[in-house]
């Protein structure tokens, strides 16, 4: 079993929806973060969160929240989508703030 | 502040030729930590190094091989005798180590190896 799963892997929804993108992990580690990704703009840092009770906002958090249920589970939610948060969203795991991120398998997100 | 880039955009080859992905990047930090991430075509990002700014020795692995050298703030990556599934985009990243959080990530480089 992957040790980072997002749910869901795509979805389809229309603007002004609340949308909510789940991660899990069982790699044990304190840190989750999440990212979202545009062609040509890389991998940009919305929220990380370094333990259940410690969330940050990333450079891009305008327009999303989340929410940090338990050590292995991080959700980040549009509350009310628009058509620019048409992206593929990453979640990642590291132990310490300097170590190696490990990345889920991405949800790909549309919002017409 | 940090900043890290990939020049090359998309780069394409022939099967079997060598290929390197260059990356430079910018750090006040005498301590950070240096990546790279594979993208495959299938979506996901997978992990091929991590190399902190201490350790200037280059690394190999396999088909892959990995330069740093600080005097030019570079880490470029090379890929020997290039195949087909190398194709994927390939994405570079800095991380500060002086307690702040974040990668900040190259804007990618797709690579294309051609049969």
């Known amino acids: 079993d992957a040790d980072v799963t997002q749910t869901p892997r795509n979805r389809i929804t229309k603007t002004g929806k609340r949308i909510m993108l789940e991660c899990s992990q069982t790699?044990?580690?304190?840190?989750m973060y999440w990212y979202r990704q545009d062609p040509g703009l890389g991998l940009r840092l919305i929220y990380y969160s370094f333990d259940v009770k410690d969330i940050n906002k990333g450079e891009i958090s305008d327009g999303y929240s989340v929410s940090r249920q338990a050590q292995a589970k991080f959700s980040l939610s549009l509350e009310s989508a628009i058509p620019n948060q048409t992206a593929l969203y990453f979640c990642?795991?590291?132990?310490?703030?300097?170590?190696?991120?490990?990345f889920g398998p991405g949800t790909r997100l549309t919002v017409l | 502040a940090q900043k890290v880039t990939q020049a090359q955009t998309e780069i394409s080859v022939v099967e079997k030729e060598d290929v390197t992905l260059d990356c430079v990047y910018e750090?006040?930090?005498?301590?950070?930590?240096l990546f790279w991430y594979k993208q495959p075509p299938s979506g996901e990002l997978v992990f091929l190094i991590r190399r902190n700014s201490f350790d200037e020795q280059n690394e190999i692995s396999g088909r892959y091989s990995w330069n740093f050298q600080k005097s030019t703030s570079s880490f470029n990556f090379t890929i020997t005798a290039s195949q087909v599934v190398d194709s994927a985009v390939y994405f570079c990243a800095l991380s500060e180590a002086t307690g702040t959080y974040k990668y900040i990530f190259g804007t990618g480089t797709r690579l294309k190896v051609l049969a």
């Open positions: 990642a795991t590291s132990r310490l703030v300097s170590d190696t991120q490990y």
């Open positions: 790699k044990g580690h304190d840190r």
């Open positions: 750090t006040r930090d005498t301590t950070y930590y």
